[in-house]
Structure formats: structure tokens, C-alpha cells
């Protein structure tokens, strides 16, 4: 058995789910690419800030202090987390939709967008005009900086920026992050990165990759409670409309006359804000830079051992945008010949205790070209992360080489799309 390297453990990791042949088994959650298990020092940070919780802000009693310091510190733990540079703003979102979503909004006017067709849906639908350009799909990580290239060359004048994103959702793999940064840079454009997938598994360095903007969700860094952020240059977020009118965003309001909005995160932040979510969040950033060499050891060893066993897996194919060869993080998507995906994940849940996701999983451009010719309208996805175990990944091999042999051991039918036992 390989050795995995000790990282942060998870709540939740003794968890008995049922079996539908009878009895329970630990479970084992392989989606962590969807939503992320708790940290153990996320769970014992909340619950040390829940009894001091109180206003963010306005309040003057000790417990606001309390909070509003926690609060505005996890700008710095964020900002670390990413090494942003100095002058790099942290508002903090609710996910990296609605980061995205946000900057989408503060655009200067007529800036034109260009971002690839195999973007998440978070990254692909908040962009709206005449002047937003899609890039198709690469055939290979060169081919992404070449069609970059030509399509930045093709702007319009004005402000421009490039949608990136660190890792595939669907795939795992990892983009030439760095370069086409440089590629925007070279012709003026700005990018933003949708870290979303890739910082729960590597190290994400603003500065380094030389991009603009990084969005990231709390949920898939192993804090529940919805808190993002957005990170990145402040120029355009200081310039646009706040994102949200209300509360806090506001120097002042007079009887009449114009709004003295705030500039600073606090001016897209109006609202109550989500104290525990962020305090979640900022904990976990620093347990996962704490650990950061653990968990790609962690990660690398286990999908190894999960490819090798896939790959032993008759009619079993991986999905991959640049070859089987390119650098991927802990996700795999694949499809099995004559096997349809939703049944297989119905009977992973059901006959095994495995939590996987089928799908098109927000990247319906993305994984209809995956499939161009399969037959198959979706997809089966694996994905790996602090909770896994050797355990876990033996027993998805075994049970997937089992469902081919002798398809599953129980009758399943479809309820509202979806195949149950
Ligand atoms: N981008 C990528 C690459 C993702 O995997 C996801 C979540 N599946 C998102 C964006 C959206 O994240 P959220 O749902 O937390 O807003």
C-alpha cells in the first residue's frame, strides 16, 4: 500500500452511509471537485468565533470588535494565501460565481472579453455585449496561447480582458496559466483567474502567474458556508457601481443629491457580511498553505494508483482536453463503453457507499466535445482530496471493474432523471 503523506484531516471521515444490498460502510466522498468535506480546524475555529459572534462593523461592543477583527484579518490571510502583491484588494463573496459575476459588473465600458468555450459556467455566462469573444476549444496547451493570441490581437481598442482558469472541473488538467497571462499582458489585456478548482490542490501565486484577478470558493477549500472572494487590482472595482446597494457600501447619504459610495472592498460588500464564512475560509487557506507540500503528495499518490486502476478497467475511458500525459490535479471524468453514467454513479452510491457526480457538470461546452462521438450525453467524475484514502480508491477500482462485469447487482430505475434503486 502507498504511503500518503499526513494532511489536514476532514470532519466527517468515519461517516456509515447505508447500502442498498443491506448494512452500512464508511463512506467514501469521492466529489470533493463539487463541494469540499470541513476541515477539522475549520469545525474547532468556528466553533471557538460562534460564541463571540456578533455585528461586523458598526457594532462598538467587545464581542463586534472580536469579530470585525477576524473579519478584516482574513483579508491578509487571503491575501497571503494567494501571494497577491501590496496593493491587491480581497472582497470577500459569497462563491466564485458571484465573484465573477462582481468583476463582470465592474467592467469599464467597452471592454472586450475573450474566454474559452471549455470554461465552467461561472466563468463563461457572466460576460454580456457585443464586445465578449469566445475561443473554441484548444487542441493542446500551445494551441490555447496561439488562439489567445490571435483573438486579443483582433480586439477592438480599449480595455480588454482574458478569462483563465487554473484547472479543469472536468478533467483536472491544469492550464498554461502563466503563459497566457503573459501572452494578455503582452497585449495589454487583463486576466482573471478562476482558481476554483485548482486551489484546493496547488499552491496559487498572484503575482507569480502575473494575472490580474484570482476568484475562489470557500466550499471546495474545506470551509462550508459560503464565503469566496475576489482578489486581485482595485482600479476598475474602485471605479464601477457597487455591486450591492445597501449597508456599508456608503460614505454617506444625504436628504438629497448624490450617494458618497465607499471605495475598498467594502464598497461591493453592503450587507450584513458572513463573519463565521469568511473566518471558515481564512482558516482553512492557512491550514491548506501550512500543508501545501503534504497535500500535492497526498493527491499525486492517490491519483496515480486511481489511473493505474481505472486504466485496468475494461472499456473505461478518461476524459482528457490535452492528453492523457498532461499535468492534472486530483479530478477524472470518464465514460465506460455501454454503461450509461448515471447508472453507474446510482450504483456507486447505492452498492458501494461512493459519492461521485455525473453529469455535464457546468461545462456542457467542455463535455459534449469530451464525448464528440461516444454516443454518451454525460459523464461519470472522480475527484480526489484530503478525505480520500487508499481505501476509498481501491474500492471505486473494484467496484467499477465489478458493475463491468456484471453490471449492477441490483435493479434501478429512473426517478425525476435520475436512476435510484
Ligand atoms: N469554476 C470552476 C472551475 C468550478 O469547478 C466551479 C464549481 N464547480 C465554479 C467555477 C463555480 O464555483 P461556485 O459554485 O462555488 O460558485
Not at 493542446?140 to 483563465?164: F, H, I, M
Not at 458618497?260 to 460588500?269: A, K, Y
Amino acid at each position: 500500500v502507498d504511503s500518503v503523506p499526513t494532511v489536514p484531516a476532514v470532519v466527517g471521515a468515519q461517516l456509515r452511509v447505508p447500502l442498498v444490498t443491506g448494512g452500512s460502510i464508511e463512506y467514501a466522498n469521492l466529489d470533493h471537485g463539487a463541494s469540499a468535506p470541513c476541515l477539522t480546524a475549520v469545525r474547532d475555529a468556528v466553533n471557538e468565533l460562534l460564541p463571540w459572534y456578533a455585528s461586523v462593523h458598526r457594532g462598538a461592543g467587545f464581542a463586534s470588535q472580536v469579530c470585525t477583527r477576524v473579519y478584516e484579518g482574513a483579508r491578509d490571510v487571503l491575501r497571503r494565501f494567494v501571494g497577491a502583491r501590496r496593493t491587491d484588494s480581497v472582497i470577500f463573496t459569497r462563491n466564485t460565481t458571484d465573484s465573477l459575476n462582481l468583476l463582470a459588473t465592474a467592467l469599464p465600458a467597452d471592454t472586450s472579453v475573450v474566454v474559452f468555450d471549455t470554461e465552467h459556467h461561472a466563468a463563461l455566462l457572466p460576460w454580456a455585449g457585443d464586445r465578449v469573444r469566445t475561443l473554441g476549444i484548444p487542441a493542446d496547451p500551445q494551441d490555447a496561447v496561439r488562439l489567445l493570441d490571435a483573438a486579443l490581437a483582433d480586439c477592438a481598442d480599449g480595455p480588454k480582458l482574458a478569462v483563465l482558469t487554473g484547472a479543469s472541473n472536468v478533467t483536472g488538467e491544469v492550464w498554461p496559466v502563466a503563459e497566457l497571462a503573459r501572452v494578455a499582458r503582452r497585449h495589454g489585456a487583463r486576466t482573471v483567474l478562476d482558481a476554483a478548482q485548482l486551489a484546493p490542490h496547488r499552491p496559487v501565486r498572484i503575482a507569480e502567474l502575473g494575472v490580474d484577478h484570482v476568484v475562489l470558493s470557500g466550499h471546495k477549500l474545506y470551509a462550508p458556508f459560503g464565503a469566496g472572494a475576489l482578489i486581485g487590482r482595485d482600479d476598475w472595482l474602485d471605479a464601477a457601481e457597487p455591486y450591492l446597494a445597501g449597508g456599508g457600501a456608503t460614505r454617506s447619504v444625504p436628504d438629497t443629491g448624490e450617494i458618497d459610495w465607499n471605495t475598498g472592498p467594502e464598497r461591493h460588500e453592503a450587507g450584513s457580511p458572513n463573519t463565521v464564512g469568511v473566518h471558515a475560509l481564512a482558516t482553512a487557506c492557512a491550514a491548506l498553505a501550512d500543508h501545501a507540500d503534504a497535500i500535492t503528495g497526498h493527491e499525486e499518490l492517490l491519483l496515480q494508483r486511481l489511473r493505474r486502476g481505472l486504466r485496468g478497467v475494461p472499456g473505461l475511458r478518461e476524459l482528457s482536453l490535452f492528453g492523457a500525459e498532461h499535468d492534472r490535479v486530483g479530478v477524472v471524468g470518464f465514460i465506460v463503453d455501454g454503461h450509461d453514467p448515471g447508472l453507474i454513479a446510482a450504483a456507486l452510491a447505492a452498492e458501494h457507499g461512493i459519492g461521485v457526480r455525473d453529469g455535464l457538470f457546468c461545462a456542457h461546452r467542455a463535455v459534449r466535445h469530451l464525448l464528440a462521438g461516444s454516443g454518451e450525453q454525460r459523464a461519470v467524475r472522480i475527484s480526489l482530496g484530503l478525505g480520500t484514502t487508499v481505501e476509498h480508491v481501491d474500492r471505486i477500482v473494484r467496484a467499477l471493474r465489478g458493475l463491468v462485469a456484471y453490471g449492477p447487482q441490483w435493479r434501478y430505475e429512473q426517478v425525476d432523471g435520475r436512476w435510484a434503486p
